[in-house]
């Protein structure tokens, strides 16, 4: 069974532009939720979709966004890029929620 | 706030020592409670979770944990480690919100660094 897919893997973006990233689930999955990872603040939680709908939101402001398609794949955007924005961002997916989750590889985003 | 705290940043042992990394949590509440681990260059992958039943869990690779309910704590274990088990440790725990709801909330990791 193929993994949790990352797209892309690596990007730079200027102070002000949007981002969106993208997540595959493994097949099956109807869960996606996805983590911020900085050195200085360590793994946040964003948010989490279940079946297209938000199920669950951490404390990020709203320019953190996402939504989930009717195949579980699922994109995160991130509008008016600021330099903390900078970091790992984990995509994970489960069969019902939070309790068992694989993730990916990341999204490594840089901040100029 | 709700949170979860790792004691330590940074571990360095030699092979064969044993392992405790600590972890508690602040929540009142019945929780949900995991350990994940990321190896240099691979996932994020789970270690161990407890859910319910035996306080005592045991994980891949010969860790366990113990739950403490009355400590608020989870803390790992590995009577004795290996070279391959250098990683960053995670402790996690799902708070619960409404209905079918929950926040997953990680402490800030543990760096183990094994000596061979």
């Known amino acids: ?112 | 706030a709700q949170s979860v705290s790792q004691h330590n940043h940074h571990v360095i042992l030699s092979e064969a020592a044993s392992l405790e990394l600590g972890c508690n949590y602040s929540y009142g509440g019945t929780v949900n409670l995991f350990w994940y681990v990321q190896y240099p260059g691979q996932h994020l992958q789970l270690l161990l979770k407890y859910f319910s039943g035996d306080p005592l869990v045991k994980g891949i690779k010969g860790f366990e944990a113990e739950f403490i309910k009355s400590k608020f704590s989870f803390n790992l274990r590995k009577p004795s480690v290996q070279w391959s088990d250098t990683a960053e440790y995670f402790c996690a725990v799902i708070i619960p919100g409404s209905g079918n709801t929950g926040k997953l909330i990680f402490g800030q990791g543990t760096t183990l660094q094994v000596k061979p």
Request: contains cysteine; aromatic residues 12%.
């Open chain 1, 1 to 112: 069974k193929a993994g949790v897919t990352q797209t892309p893997r690596y990007l730079i973006k200027t102070r002000g532009q949007q981002v969106t990233l993208s997540c595959s689930p493994i097949s099956g999955h109807r869960s996606v939720s996805w983590y911020q990872q900085t050195p200085g603040q360590g793994l946040q939680f964003l948010f989490e979709y279940f079946s297209e709908t938000q199920r669950n939101k951490g404390n990020f402001p709203g320019r953190f966004s996402g939504r989930q398609f009717s195949n579980s794949r699922s994109e995160m955007n991130v509008s008016t890029l600021e330099l903390g924005d900078s970091a790992l961002y984990l995509c994970a997916s489960s069969s019902q929620g939070l309790e068992t989750q694989y993730f990916g590889p990341g999204t490594r985003l840089l901040v100029l």
